[in-house]
């Protein structure tokens, strides 16, 4: 089945207006908290209770996973205007996943019994609500479609245009601080030596630039993506 891989990029990188979000928080007067947290911070922990959802108002937030044994991978990069900890309301009781400040973030604290009252009254936020998650959704399926059907350098040049929030207006986006090659290499399904020699391959056809402390991804990574 032929795969569209340039909407499927497009679609998984929607979200949904920050005024949108900043007008439903604005209403709520109790059970709510404003908090701060420093570049590398845990937010939340694997395993901690579940009781609350978080709304990305500034800053990037990963959210990563740890196996009994010890292995971690992080399973989504997340940017102003997201929400996270959704889990809650469909009963989850404890966290999945670690939420770490990548940068430094602002965050807005919502209760659980006060969004799950607010989604069951108002209809239009409990209709944007949904219209959130189906994005991330297209995105999940996206990103299974890319491990099935793509080959490695592929799956990595996608993976460097997500994390970098880059859209079809972009010339220039910095990734994510913080991401390894270690990083990429969990995430995309592949060993560290095949990031290292795609990165540079990348570098010397011009579409990243980067060094210790940060990377710049070009429109040209566009053309691994769409070559056939």
């Not at 701060?36 to 959802?53: D, H």
């Not at 919502?110 to 409990?126: F, N």
Request: hydrophobic residues 40%; glycine residues 8%.
């Amino acid at each position: 089945m032929p795969v569209d891989k340039k909407n499927a990029l497009v679609a998984a990188d929607k979200t949904i207006p920050t005024n949108g979000w900043e007008t439903f928080l604005t209403g709520i007067s109790k059970g709510k908290t404003i908090l701060e947290y420093r570049a590398k911070s845990n937010i939340f922990i694997q395993g901690q209770p579940a009781e609350s959802m978080f709304f990305l108002e500034q800053g990037k937030v990963k959210l990563a996973v740890a196996s009994f044994e010890g292995k971690e991978a992080i399973v989504a990069t997340l940017g102003s205007g997201e929400f996270f900890g959704e889990g809650c309301l469909a009963g989850q009781p404890l966290r999945v996943a670690t939420a770490i400040a990548v940068e430094n973030c602002t965050l807005t604290r919502v209760e659980k019994p006060i969004l799950a009252r607010m989604l069951h009254e108002q209809k239009g936020l409990a209709e944007m609500f949904v219209t959130h998650l189906l994005s991330r959704n297209i995105r999940y399926e996206a990103d299974l479609v890319d491990q099935i059907f793509n080959s490695s350098e592929k799956r990595l040049a996608r993976m460097l245009l997500l994390l970098s929030h880059f859209d079809k207006e972009s010339k220039t986006e910095t990734v994510v601080p913080g991401i390894t090659q270690e990083n990429l290499a969990e995430m995309v399904g592949t060993t560290r030596s095949r990031i290292n020699f795609f990165m540079n391959k990348f570098r010397k056809l011009g579409f990243v630039d980067y060094n210790a402390r940060k990377m710049t991804v070009h429109s040209g990574l566009r053309s691994v993506i769409l070559d056939e």
